[in-house]
């Protein structure tokens, strides 16, 4: 089996290193596992969008669709410079083994647009978003692929998603996309859910471990949606948020941010430089520093062979997607890390999200109490089968949780058979 060129990227290689490691632990049909290395189906398009300037740009987008043999594909969009074809196919990968893991009735999917959001105006994104819409329309809808939020988008490209589908089918159709506004069918809790499941997992974690994690020193990496909510969450439980950073680079304060006042700063600049008592590093530097924890939350391949050795955390809780290249994994398991690995740690977005589909099918809402408790429930006894099951194997988290998701992916496809 050799890898496929048009996939190439570090982030595709990751993920099927460790597909192929746990293809080999379980045993997989050959054939089986021929089939998971590769997506169903992967749309290349090209998106013209009339800039302020006058002039028309044009943007390379992606939708993957990795498996559908437990359901209709679930994963989110991307909008970043780094994106390419093999980014996203690994991202959907992983994004089925997580639902499979969780027990969702979904495959995988991904989607990312090649672009630098954080430099085009709120007209230039919306139609960036309305034309990728419509040239991706064949793959999505609420009974084939259902995007939601990642890198670079949110609730307001979620909102823009769900009306350009809407006005090609001549009625409002909620159900295409989740992670929207509450007010035209979002869910309660859905903002906060990834970095929630990763403060639920880490909790657990550490109860595993024997250590209390009031009082001791976390390290966030990347302050968004994920990482911005578990940070938050975190330093009300009164742990110490001793440095945060964004791609603008990271702060410092070993007697601990003040997150509250750091929200603040981050609305009215932009950005967590320059938080006034603390000191600047890079993002590479913040990576190395003494800590408990450490959670990546921004972009892939942060932790690598390059940095893994100075890596001084005692537990690293995966925030973002596919963060520790396979070397580094290695290295960090030798060293005793404890890694949550992404497909737990960053489960509850997908969970949450799983909630606003069923709630938008039924058009039955739930309160945030119920949301919270679902998800905290979904979370501990994710956390508790993949403990028991790295105990019980002698392996690490991520081999475990790897093992539990490919497994009932392959499950589905020798059951179901293959067409025609
Ligand atoms: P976001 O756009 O809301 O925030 C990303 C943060 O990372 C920002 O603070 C940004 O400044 C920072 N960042 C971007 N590039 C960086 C770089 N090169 N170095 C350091 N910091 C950088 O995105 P998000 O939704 O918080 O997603 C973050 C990660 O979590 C992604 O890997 C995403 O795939 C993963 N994830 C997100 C969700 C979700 O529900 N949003 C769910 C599961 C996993």
Redesign the pocket.
């Known amino acids: 089996m050799t890898a496929v060129s048009e996939f190439d990227s570090e982030l595709h290689r990751t993920a099927i290193a460790q597909l192929d490691a746990v293809a080999a632990r379980l045993a997989l049909d050959v054939d089986i596992h021929e089939r998971l290395r590769h997506p169903r189906r992967a749309l290349v398009v090209s998106i013209p969008v009339l800039m302020e300037s006058g002039h028309t740009s044009m943007f390379t987008g992606y939708r993957v669709h990795h498996s559908t043999a437990l359901g209709p594909t679930k994963g ?1 969009l ?1 909008y970043d410079e780094g994106v390419t074809l093999g980014e996203v196919s690994a ?1 959907a990968m992983l994004m089925t083994w997580k639902c499979a893991l969780m027990g969702l009735p979904y495959g995988g999917a991904k989607g990312g647009v090649r672009c630098a959001p954080r430099s085009m105006t709120a007209r230039e994104r919306e139609h960036l978003t309305r034309r990728y819409t419509t040239e991706i329309m064949l793959m999505i809808g609420p009974d084939i692929d259902i995007p ?5 988008t ?1 609730e307001q490209t979620m909102a823009w998603i769900m009306d350009t589908y809407s006005m090609t089918q001549g009625r409002s159709v909620p159900g295409v996309v989740t ?1 929207k506004p509450l007010i035209v069918g979002g869910s309660a809790g859905r903002r906060e ?2 970095g929630r499941g990763i403060v639920y997992a880490l909790y657990e974690a550490a109860k595993m471990l024997g250590l209390t994690l009031r009082g001791q020193p976390v390290v966030v ?8 909510v578990a940070a938050r969450m975190l330093w009300n439980d009164g742990c110490v948020i001793a440095g945060i ?4 680079g990271a702060i410092w304060n070993p007697r601990g941010i003040d997150v509250p006042r750091l929200e603040i700063h981050h609305q009215e600049t932009g950005s967590v430089v320059g938080l006034p008592g603390t000191e600047p590093l890079s ?1 590479a530097q913040l990576l190395e520093q003494p800590c408990t924890v450490l959670i990546p ?4 391949s942060q932790i690598h062979a390059g940095n893994a050795e100075r890596i001084k955390a005692t537990i690293v809780a995966e ?3 596919g963060p520790t290249t396979p070397e580094a994994d290695l290295m960090l398991r030798e060293r005793g890390v404890t890694v949550i690995p ?1 497909i737990l740690a ?1 489960a509850g ?2 969970v949450v999200s799983y909630f606003e589909w069923v709630q938008g099918l039924q058009q039955y809402f739930w309160n945030e109490p119920e949301i919270i408790s679902r998800l905290q429930e979904l979370m501990v006894r994710a956390f508790a089968r993949v403990w028991t099951a790295a105990e019980k194997n002698g392996v690490d988290l991520r081999t475990a949780a790897l093992m539990e998701g490919v497994r009932r992916v392959a499950d589905a496809h020798a059951v179901r058979g293959l067409y025609p």
């Not at 939601?148 to 670079?152: E, K, N, S, T, V």
């Not at 990496?221 to 911005?228: L, P």
């Not at 950073?245 to 603008?248: A, G």
């Open positions: 989110g991307r991202l939601a939020p990642d890198l670079g949110d992670g859910a990834t990496q990347g302050f968004g949606n994920v990482g911005g950073s964004d791609y603008q993002n939350a921004a972009v892939g925030g973002a997607n992404d960053n977005g997908v």
